[in-house]
């Protein structure tokens, strides 16, 4: 990775540290961007340890006008860039809504890959890695994408909901710039007991897991304690030559190849959520 610059969002903390980490050992130039700028310099300082070359930003990246920001900051720093990570995530108790009026899990985990992505793509000449999680791969409901009719049910929740969205999503936009020398692909983490997973409130779990939260939480460190393995998979779509010029493609946590869900797969799915990503995002791409 000499001489490769890549920008994680998310960054500051849990598997996108991690992937940061990773990738600097390897000699790329990382930029990890954070929305508190005093976490996201600690982040970098600390990654930089031991030689590493790590900066920060700070955006919400869940706002366009951070986004935009963000965009044109990373272009005032970088003539191209190598590897956009879009690892940021959020898990809120119950359905909220960012400044632009956007249900925020969809605005983390779909709205604001596809906008960075898209207002990125002048600088990109390498590859796009779109971090799902949870447990993705359920049924796309199309007259709910931003949680309109329910946001958590008995084994429905939001957060996997939009993080299957994420995945059709990002089928749709490697077919888009296909050809053009940038690659889109999916890296599923795994589980870890990351920040976000520690702050979740029981009432953020859909209603059959709830009985077994005092378990989760008991075993969750021991058992998904080590962050180096979830973030293996979207270190491995960064750097690995195994994967130069392959496009379109899912990975599991062990970095291997993986069938789509036929949700993502779903053409109908992937036109609805690309209209409305594009509706949502023409003011600011």
């Known amino acids: 990775m000499d001489g490769k610059t ?5 960054g500051t903390g849990g598997i996108g540290k991690e992937t940061a980490r990773g990738l600097a050992a390897r000699g790329a130039r990382v930029i990890v961007v954070g929305r508190d700028p005093v976490r996201a310099q600690r982040a970098a300082d600390e990654l930089s340890t031991g030689g590493g070359r790590v ?3 700070a955006a919400d990246v869940t706002r366009q006008r951070d986004l935009a920001g963000l965009a044109a900051q990373v272009a005032g720093r970088c003539d191209r860039l190598d590897v956009l990570i879009n690892n940021v995530g959020t898990n809120p ?3 909220t809504l960012t400044e632009d ?10 709205l604001t890959p596809f906008t960075l992505t898209r207002l990125l793509l002048p600088l990109l000449g ?3 890695v779109n971090i799902t999680g949870g447990i993705p791969g359920g049924p796309i409901e199309l007259d709910n994408l931003q949680a309109e009719r329910r946001y958590l049910g008995w084994t429905f929740s939001q957060y996997n909901h939009t993080k299957t969205m994420l995945m059709a999503m990002s089928l749709r936009f490697a077919e888009q ?3 053009s020398g940038v690659t889109i692909n999916v890296a599923y983490p795994g589980h870890g007991h990351t920040p976000m997973n520690q702050s979740m409130t029981t009432t953020g779990f859909p209603y059959v897991y709830r009985p077994i939260v005092p378990l989760l939480r008991a075993v969750t460190p021991q058992i998904f304690g080590d962050l180096s393995k979830p973030s293996r998979s979207s270190v491995h779509l960064a750097s690995s030559g195994d994967v130069e010029g392959v496009t379109g493609t899912y990975f599991s946590r062990r970095c291997r190849r993986a069938p789509w869900p036929a949700s993502a797969l779903d053409r109908r799915n992937q036109d609805t959520i690309w209209a409305l990503c594009e509706d949502l995002t023409r003011e600011t791409v």
């Open 6 to 10: 890549v920008l994680v969002t998310g």
């Open 55 to 57: 900066e920060a930003l």
């Open 93 to 95: 108790p119950r359905r």
């Open 101 to 110: 009026g956007v249900e925020a899990t969809f605005a983390a985990h779909v």
């Open 126 to 128: 390498g590859r796009v």
């Open 177 to 179: 710039v296909a050809g």
